[in-house]
């Protein structure tokens, strides 16, 4: 058996995958080409072996080893062969190392023999799947795991025999001998580690004829109704997007297959491993009676993932540092793939509710972070993911697009793709193609947007003639939330009404102070209104003339635009409390119409009611709150805008009758009229009643025999013990997370510690808060990307007590090993909790 020795001290190798060690490599390494065969067997825990052949062109002149990645055990290596020669297994930090002199220039042939690791490759009973992004490959097999550093991949497995599969290439050929199934697939085209992927198990294949080709997809869902209402809207969308995005860029589609494939409890939304796209099961499997909101969200995901197709997998960026580059043109142009033509307004609602508030959430805290920040390893890169890359940065594209003009900017973006179809590519360098297309200085406009963080506050100063005569003076202030004067250069508008009249006058420049002339001499009006049209990005004053009237204002965006503003400015102490804001709320939840606009109004009610109003004071106005709810629920027409109400109520209630109406419709499953509630509604009231009851225990076990698909029950066993009755049992969950196995499950584990932590079993969790702070590196470094800021938003998202808030700050102050970015997620994920010492006195 070969052995693994640690190199000298001297000669020390850092972990992960560095900056430096990324750019020796791309400067020496081309024509990369894997063949990896996997046996894996159907038991979970039974290892998978590996062979592999990798196979390079090497341009080195120096005497330096050759580093390849494996972030596993080395004693799972067997054997390596260098060019024919077996060598000893060297290893240190994460790295294989192959000596210079088993290397030669030109054509190089590695073979190993290994135990796979088996980080990411995401094993349940019945099935697995890969997921390598940003820099996971590495877990599995020994790779050069960079982006910049594109290869072809041959795939072999040997799977159980009524396993079936799915990777980037096309199937080749099947067999079954010796009660294994074996498959090989086509080599891949040419794309990142991260972006190399395959899932096998028990799934069910739809396939679909289209082009002279076929779409495949993999799935487990069992509901049929499910089943027989989403198979042909989610090809249709498929094809839709794929034909949105082919027009939009001019390049046809660029991979050799189409394959998607829905993962039961996926700890991501999707992932965009061309010709194996992997999106989560819930989001496209839906009833017949599926809420405007679920329709979108399913149609934005396929939208999303599919943009990646021309968007991250065609040309892909060089370094993670530009990995908001992929999703900024993912969401951007999944949000114009899903616009409906000649409905501006939903477009720009669905834009608004999609975007602002997430982005704000994170650029409103202390942990805010640039849209593009720097890298130094690649280890490190799954903090770079959050609300900032995802949802502020659409809204800076669409401020550009604004600038250049749609046409140039669609010209200098198909440029770009066709320039780097197949590579990498920066920032800097999409820059430097549309700067040649720009009216304006790209490169200062990107240091503000671009390269660093937080958001402006605007204020104004408006003059009138005496006795509501004409505007006479009218500037417009802003300066940085961070109390700097940096200013933001951006197309917003200011919105003047009248009785039956709306007058709006758009400024397409940004000063710290700035004089808006064309709103001189209109008549005084009612109020006014800053971005009521949702295309600005900031904190914008609130004319409290409007509040009286905010349920009147008939464009639907300005309603929506007027709540987020309101709901900034509270948490900045602007303007009103939190009890004011949550009961104008709710003087409006019968008035509202639209279900995008009902949903973030609920949302924001039931964050003020647990997050920013203190328990005492909760519990006089619980009863008042749930009644209302109640009431507009009745009077609504609309069956979606009363299922969201219902959910509001759900999230809220805590009076004995609002306990036993409830506990009646879990019981009988007999809901409200007009409301619709399935399987999973039924559970997450199941969940409610709990926290709420002392006898959880049985009612969890009662609603565990309903839930007839297994991956659902599955997902059900993992969240029960948090919600016991039981302190011994919650305590002997938490300890369970410390685990790494335990947390595989990452979707059920973040919904379970969010039960965990409800603000109806604080304080009695507190004593977890300490351990789930320390356990942060090891959240990041073991799990996937989103995971450290759910793991973190689970936990503390709740909380409003200032011991809480004490165990945070003790450990910001005490604990020296936590890096810039985890801390950074610390302070996101706690923003509330912090700004609720101030607003909760």
Request: glycine share 6%; with cysteine; charged share 20%.
């Amino acid at each position: 058996m070969a052995s693994c020795n640690k190199r000298p001290k001297k000669a020390a190798i850092s972990k992960g995958v560095s900056e430096l060690l990324a750019l020796s490599r791309e400067q020496t390494l081309t024509d990369l080409h894997y063949e990896l065969s996997f046996d894996i067997p159907g038991r979970p825990a039974a290892a998978i072996t590996l062979k592999e052949e990798l196979s390079f062109h090497y341009t080195a002149a120096t005497g330096a080893p050759l580093l390849l990645d494996f972030k596993e055990d080395p004693k799972k290596l067997k054997k390596i062969t260098v060019n024919g020669k077996e060598t000893p297994v060297r290893c240190d930090n994460e790295h294989i190392i192959i000596d210079a002199r088993l290397l030669k220039k030109g054509a190089n042939r590695i073979h190993l023999d290994l135990i796979a690791g088996d980080g990411a490759l995401n094993r349940r009973e019945e099935f697995l799947y890969t997921l390598f992004v940003p820099d996971r490959a590495r877990t599995v097999f020994p790779c050069f795991d960079q982006p910049d550093l594109k290869a072809t991949f041959t795939l072999s497995l040997a799977i159980p025999p009524d396993w079936v599969a799915i990777a980037n290439g096309r199937l080749r050929d099947s067999a079954i001998r010796n009660g294994q199934k074996f498959l090989r697939f086509a080599p891949s085209d040419k794309i990142s580690t991260y972006l190399f992927s395959f899932a096998a198990g028990k799934f069910r294949i739809a396939r679909e004829r289209w082009r002279d080709d076929e779409i495949e997809f993999l799935y487990r869902e069992t509901d049929p109704e499910k089943i027989n209402s989403s198979l042909h809207a989610i090809f249709e969308q498929y094809k839709k997007m794929v034909e949105f995005n082919e027009q939009w860029t001019g390049i046809a589609y660029p991979f050799q297959k189409h394959g998607m494939v829905a993962i039961p409890d996926f700890q991501f939304g999707g992932m965009e491993h061309p010709g194996a796209i992997l999106l989560q099961a819930s989001t496209l499997f839906l009833t017949g009676d599926a809420t405007e909101g679920q329709l979108n969200s399913r149609s934005h995901l396929l939208a999303h993932e599919i943009a990646h197709m021309w968007f991250g997998d065609l040309v892909t960026m060089n370094w993670f540092s530009d990995v908001w580059m992929k999703e900024v043109f993912a969401n951007f142009m999944a949000d114009k793939a899903t616009a409906t033509p000649h409905h501006e307004q939903g477009f720009s609602l669905k834009f608004l509710t999609d975007h602002l508030p997430p982005a704000y959430a994170i650029d409103r805290t202390a942990g805010a972070n640039p849209i593009r920040q720097p890298l130094d390893n690649l280890e490190k890169a799954g903090t770079l993911y959050g609300g900032i890359i995802y949802h502020k940065s659409p809204v800076m594209m669409r401020q550009l697009e604004e600038l250049m003009g749609a046409a140039a900017f669609q010209k200098g973006v198909q440029t770009y793709l066709k320039t780097y179809a197949f590579k990498n590519a920066s920032w800097p360098d999409l820059i430097s193609i549309l700067d040649e297309l720009a009216p304006a200085d790209l490169h200062a406009w990107n240091a503000v947007w671009v390269n660093e963080p937080g958001r402006p506050v605007f204020d104004y100063k408006a003059e009138y003639a005496p006795a509501g005569g004409p505007v006479t003076g009218f500037t417009v202030f802003q300066k940085a939330e961070s109390g700097s004067n940096r200013v933001w250069p951006q197309r917003f508008d200011i919105s003047f009404y009248y009785k039956g009249l709306v007058r709006t006058v758009t400024v397409s420049d940004s000063l710290s102070a700035q004089e808006v002339p064309r709103a001189l001499d209109r008549k005084q009006p009612l109020f006014i209104q800053f971005n009521a049209s949702g295309m600005g990005y900031g904190v914008w004053p609130i004319d409290t003339a409007m509040l009286p009237h905010l349920f009147s204002i008939d464009n639907y965006v300005s309603r929506a635009s007027a709540y987020i503003s309101l709901y900034e400015n509270m948490l900045n102490g602007r303007y009103t409390t939190p009890l004011q804001l949550l009961r104008l709320f709710e003087s409006g939840l019968a008035r509202e119409t639209v279900e995008l606009n009902m949903r973030l109004l609920t949302g924001y009610i039931s964050t003020i009611y647990w997050n920013f109003i203190a328990p005492q004071q909760r519990s006089r106005w619980t009863g008042q709150l749930e009644n209302s709810i109640w009431k507009a629920l009745l009077q609504q027409k609309s069956s979606n805008n009363k299922k969201i109400l219902f959910g509001c109520y759900q999230s809220v209630f805590g009076t004995e009758p609002a306990t036993a109406r409830l506990y009646s419709i879990w019981y009988s499953q007999e809901p409200p009229a007009n409301v619709v509630l399935k399987e999973e509604d039924y559970t997450n009231l199941a969940f409610a009643l709990a926290l709420r009851s002392k006898t959880s225990d049985k009612l969890l076990q009662q609603q565990l025999l309903r839930i007839k698909d297994p991956d659902r029950a599955k997902r059900f066993r993992i969240i029960m013990p948090a919600l016991s009755v039981d302190p011994v049992v919650r305590d002997r969950f938490f300890a369970g997370l410390q685990q790494r196995e335990n947390r595989s499950n990452e979707s059920a584990v973040s919904a379970a510690l969010s039960y965990l932590h409800h603000p109806l079993r604080q304080p009695s969790a507190e004593k977890y808060l300490q351990q789930t702070l320390r356990l942060l590196p090891e959240i990041q470094s073991t799990g996937d990307i989103f995971f450290p800021g759910n793991w973190l938003q689970s936990s503390f998202g709740s909380y409003q007590s200032a011991s809480a808030d004490h165990i945070v700050t003790s450990f910001l102050q005490n604990d020296r090993t936590l890096n810039s970015s985890l801390k950074a997620k610390v302070l996101q994920g706690t923003d509330n909790l912090k700004r609720a010492q101030v607003i909760i006195r």
